[in-house]
């Protein structure tokens, strides 16, 4: 079976730009969570999306947003880049039940220069 | 408030034991995990716990809750080298995990 994929795997982008992430999350799980893991520190929460509804949204500015499709895959934007931005950004699926079991994704390496 | 704390370094032997330590701060968790994280790549979910239990063995992982105290650990019997790696503690609050800053486990021959 196929587990969580994201894409793109490296990403380079510079100061100012914008960039989109992908994540697809694994079959029958209808639940995506976004997390930004800068070097050296555990992982932040960003956002969760449950039937493509915001179900929980992290300390993260409004230069970051994200959608989750029909498909139940999702999309991470990050608009006016800085330099902070770069880190491992992770994505994980579940089932959104109680117990939640978060699988997570290889993650894409966003570098801003 | 919500802070998840682990010491940042463990150093083992081949065949010992190792002992992974973590405090967290929201007592209303419910669930708690244990992930391992290898070089370059995402979080693997090893084990978690529900908070109204106070152990949890998988196969060579055990889990210990003190939910008093808000202590978990994870101990892994039989360390292996392809143990080594970054493992994270994580509780969940609301809808989000709260991760811990990870404890890298070295182990050596």
């Known amino acids: 079976d196929a587990g969580v994929t994201q894409s793109p795997t490296h990403l380079i982008k510079t100061r100012g730009q914008q960039v989109t992430l992908r994540c697809s999350p694994i079959s029958g799980h209808k639940s995506v969570s976004w997390y930004q893991q800068v070097l050296g520190q555990g992982p932040q929460f960003i956002f969760q999306?449950?039937?493509?509804?915001?179900?929980g949204r992290g300390n993260f500015p409004d230069r970051f947003s994200a959608r989750q499709f029909p498909n139940y895959s999702s999309e991470l934007n990050v608009n006016a880049l800085l330099l902070g931005d770069s880190a491992l950004y992770l994505c994980?699926?579940?089932?959104?039940?109680?117990?939640?079991?978060?699988?997570f994704g290889p993650g894409t390496r966003l570098t801003v220069t | 408030g919500e802070d998840v704390e682990q010491s940042l370094f463990l150093s083992v032997r081949e065949g010992d034991s190792s002992v992974i330590n973590c405090t967290y701060t929201d007592s209303s968790s419910t669930y708690l995990y244990w992930y391992k994280q290898e070089p370059g790549a995402g979080l693997q979910l090893l084990t978690y716990?529900?908070?109204?239990?106070d152990m949890k063995q998988d196969q060579r992982l055990t889990v210990l809750l003190n939910k008093k105290d808000k202590h978990l650990s994870l101990r892994i019997a039989d360390t292996q080298t392809g143990d080594s790696a970054i493992y994270f503690c994580a509780e969940k609050v609301t809808d989000k995990l709260i991760f811990g800053t990870g404890t890298r486990l070295q182990v050596f021959p």
């Open positions: 994980a699926s579940s089932l959104f039940n109680s117990r939640d079991e978060q699988y």
């Open positions: 999306y449950y039937e493509k509804e915001e179900r």
């Open positions: 716990i529900f908070s109204n239990m």
